[in-house]
């Protein structure tokens, strides 16, 4: 008879921990899409042109963005962010590419829809061109 008490005071403790827990399902999500007009290396991925859906997740760390290809074959990526910062609302977000000999890198990612700019690894080297490539469009879901 203890032993049945125990195991069900067990339970009852357990499913109340797990209701003060914070769920999945409230974590919330940056989506939305873009076109790549050429060829760029995003950290260690070659992701060939084309155009991509994405999704971050923006609560916890390490953030982390996902790319899938829309058009063609199922090509997905996913990279870890460097650094997060906060940004201005802004007509449309950006991709931001910097210039190496080896072609052409995102160093960040801007969603002014969402708060935030997403900066990613870049090799080292002198002279250094930003460009914007893509224009994303995105979508919030919660």
């Known amino acids: 008879m203890k032993s049945i008490r125990k195991f069900v005071y067990a339970a009852a403790l357990t499913l109340s921990a797990l209701n003060f827990a914070p769920s999945l399902a409230s974590a919330q999500e940056a989506a939305g899409s873009f076109t790549l007009g050429h060829e760029v290396h995003w950290q260690n991925a070659i992701v060939p042109a084309g155009k991509y859906s994405f999704n971050i997740e923006v609560s916890g760390a390490p953030t982390l963005l ?69 224009t994303t469009t995105a979508s919030a879901a919660r």
């Open 66 to 134: 996902t790319l899938r290809k829309v058009d063609g074959r199922g090509a997905g990526f996913m990279m870890l962010v460097t650094d997060t910062e906060a940004t201005q609302p802004s007509e449309s977000g950006q991709l931001m590419l910097v210039s190496r000999p080896a072609g052409s890198f995102v160093s960040a990612m801007q969603l002014p829809e969402f708060g935030v700019t997403l900066h990613f690894a870049v090799p080292a080297a002198t002279g250094e061109v930003a460009k914007a490539v893509a």
